[in-house]
């Protein structure tokens, strides 16, 4: 059975900084490429970061240099580190474990799978 379970959500004031962590269980970690993704209200679900089994990350322009997504392989967890929080991060931030974040990626991810974290809910205040 695969889980991917997301922590680390919360409230924070602008200018604040949270870790989000998404630890995996059920699919070989270390070949997944994985994911961040969000969803605003009324908004649809939009890329934020990921980073391929080989370690190569990317961002979206919006969160370029204030969030920081990594990997431990030891542990089969995947964190977003975000700094400089904005009220516009506001939003439900989902994890990605194979395909979503492989094509965003431009790699191909072994075996095909996609799978998504239950969501956990940043909000930040002005």
């Known amino acids: 059975q695969v889980q991917l379970v997301g922590s680390g959500g919360g409230l924070v004031q602008a200018g604040g900084s949270l870790r989000l962590s998404c630890t995996t269980s059920g699919i070989i970690f270390s070949v997944s490429a994985m994911g961040w993704y969000r969803q605003a209200p009324g908004k649809q679900r939009e890329f934020a970061a990921g980073v391929t089994f080989g370690g190569r990350t990317t961002s979206a322009d919006s969160v370029k240099g204030r969030f920081t997504i990594s990997r431990d392989n030891a542990k089969n967890t995947v964190y977003l580190q975000m700094n400089s929080l904005k009220p516009e991060d506001t939003a439900v931030y989902y994890c990605?474990?194979?395909?979503?974040?492989?094509?965003?990626?431009?790699?191909?991810?072994?075996?095909?799978?996609?799978?998504w974290g239950q969501g956990t809910q940043v909000t930040v205040s002005s």
């Open positions: 990605n474990a194979g395909s979503t974040t492989a094509r965003a990626m431009g790699v191909l991810q072994y075996n095909n799978y996609d799978y």
